[in-house]
């Protein structure tokens, strides 16, 4: 958490100069890598089928998972059957795995389950996302359009589009690759690049800009939608890419924090961890209520949020899809 809080600072932190030279060297292979498929000296997996991938270029959350959400809403209501692979970061599956509504947590990992649940489309999970292509266009072979949640710097996968979602609010940190600064790419990636949006504000390589809407509140142990408790105070956990973002909108609604505890992205929660919880009103995000819901109180609540884009952007997407579709 130190280390991510000093990503984000203008200037660089005396103890990161340390970590330069490893920078150095995360270029130089990333470099590498990148030019031993652009060569053909590494293989790229071409899909049956056009692909568009969904990432960034820095660590930390910037929306992936409501976007890729939005796309395939968008896609679906233009007569489209999107199927979506993703890492399945944390899951515990045999590679590649098709993820199924009742798949747990663990199993399919958070993202990749919660967007199964809410998109109702097939989601294939491995860290090799050409696997998962296969997998997926195997098994569901009425699906006419791949979207790849993350994998931006998976090469071996080939697409058709790539949307880089950027974070408006935090920018590029310090502008250092891993692991002195957050970037996993530099921003020369951004320069030139057809698909760059932001969600939360306007950002200088961004051509189109979101927004994320906050739904009602819902119980995390009945997933039934209620009011908040007026006249009370309430507790706050998150363990996203960017907790700050959750208790820093919480605010924005007027809510009254007593505590805050952030955890890291794709975090297994236990009994243990949120004892100090069960009497209290504890509000989280919809990610950490999927893997929550077996030790939640009465009194736990979630708020899912959705990502809503300019009607020029989703104009523009579908004209780009339509003519790869030629």
């Given at each position: 958490?130190?280390l991510?809080?000093?990503w984000?600072r203008k200037?660089?932190?005396p103890?990161?100069?340390l970590?330069t030279?490893?920078s150095?060297?995360f270029?130089?292979?990333?470099?590498?890598?990148?030019?031993?498929?652009?060569?053909?000296?590494?293989?790229i997996?071409?899909?049956?089928?056009?692909?568009?991938?969904?990432?960034n270029?820095?660590v930390g959350g910037?929306?992936?998972?409501?976007?890729?959400?939005a796309?395939?809403?968008?896609?679906?209501?233009?007569g489209?059957?999107?199927g979506?692979?993703?890492?399945?970061?944390?899951?515990?599956?045999?590679?590649?795995h098709?993820?199924t509504?009742?798949?747990?947590?663990?199993?399919?990992?958070?993202?990749p389950?919660?967007?199964?649940?809410?998109?109702d489309v097939?989601v294939?999970?491995s860290?090799k996302?050409?696997?998962?292509?296969r997998?997926?266009v195997?098994?569901?072979p009425?699906?006419d359009?791949?979207?790849?949640?993350?994998?931006?710097?998976?090469?071996?996968?080939?697409?058709?589009?790539?949307?880089?979602?950027?974070?408006a609010?935090r920018?590029?940190?310090?502008?250092?690759?891993?692991?002195?600064?957050?970037?996993?790419e530099?921003?020369?990636?951004l320069?030139?690049?057809?698909?760059v949006?932001?969600?939360?504000?306007q950002?200088?390589?961004?051509?189109?800009?979101?927004?994320?809407k906050a739904?009602?509140?819902?119980?995390v142990?009945?997933?039934?939608e209620?009011?908040?408790p007026?006249?009370?105070?309430?507790h706050?956990?998150a363990g996203?890419?960017?907790?700050?973002?959750?208790?820093?909108?919480?605010q924005?609604?007027?809510?009254?924090?007593e505590?805050?505890?952030a955890?890291?992205?794709?975090?297994?929660?236990?009994?243990?961890d949120?004892?100090?919880?069960?009497?209290k009103t504890l509000?989280?995000?919809?990610?950490?209520?999927?893997?929550?819901?077996?030790?939640?109180?009465?009194?736990?609540?979630?708020?899912?949020?959705?990502a809503?884009f300019?009607e020029k952007?989703?104009?523009?997407?579908?004209?780009?899809?339509?003519h790869?579709?030629?």
């Amino acid at each position: 958490m130190w280390l991510e809080r000093q990503w984000y600072r203008k200037r660089l932190h005396p103890l990161l100069y340390l970590l330069t030279p490893l920078s150095l060297v995360f270029w130089l292979l990333t470099n590498l890598r990148r030019s031993l498929y652009r060569f053909g000296i590494l293989k790229i997996y071409q899909a049956p089928v056009p692909v568009l991938v969904v990432g960034n270029i820095s660590v930390g959350g910037t929306g992936k998972t409501p976007t890729v959400i939005a796309l395939v809403e968008l896609l679906k209501s233009e007569g489209y059957t999107p199927g979506i692979v993703s890492r399945g970061y944390g899951a515990n599956a045999q590679y590649p795995h098709l993820v199924t509504m009742d798949d747990s947590p663990e199993l399919a990992g958070d993202e990749p389950l919660m967007i199964r649940q809410i998109a109702d489309v097939p989601v294939v999970i491995s860290p090799k996302r050409a696997d998962a292509v296969r997998q997926l266009v195997a098994e569901h072979p009425d699906v006419d359009l791949v979207i790849s949640d993350d994998g931006m710097q998976h090469y071996a996968l080939g697409r058709d589009l790539e949307l880089i979602l950027v974070d408006a609010e935090r920018g590029l940190g310090n502008g250092w690759l891993l692991p002195a600064g957050p970037l996993r790419e530099g921003p020369w990636r951004l320069r030139g690049a057809r698909w760059v949006i932001s969600l939360y504000a306007q950002h200088p390589f961004a051509h189109y800009v979101g927004e994320v809407k906050a739904q009602p509140w819902r119980r995390v142990i009945d997933d039934e939608e209620v009011e908040l408790p007026e006249r009370t105070t309430f507790h706050a956990v998150a363990g996203i890419g960017n907790p700050e973002r959750f208790f820093t909108s919480l605010q924005h609604q007027h809510i009254k924090l007593e505590s805050t505890q952030a955890f890291p992205d794709h975090y297994r929660f236990t009994a243990d961890d949120l004892q100090q919880y069960q009497n209290k009103t504890l509000l989280m995000t919809q990610k950490d209520a999927a893997k929550c819901r077996g030790i939640a109180a009465d009194n736990w609540y979630y708020q899912p949020i959705s990502a809503h884009f300019p009607e020029k952007f989703n104009a523009d997407l579908l004209e780009a899809i339509r003519h790869i579709h030629k």
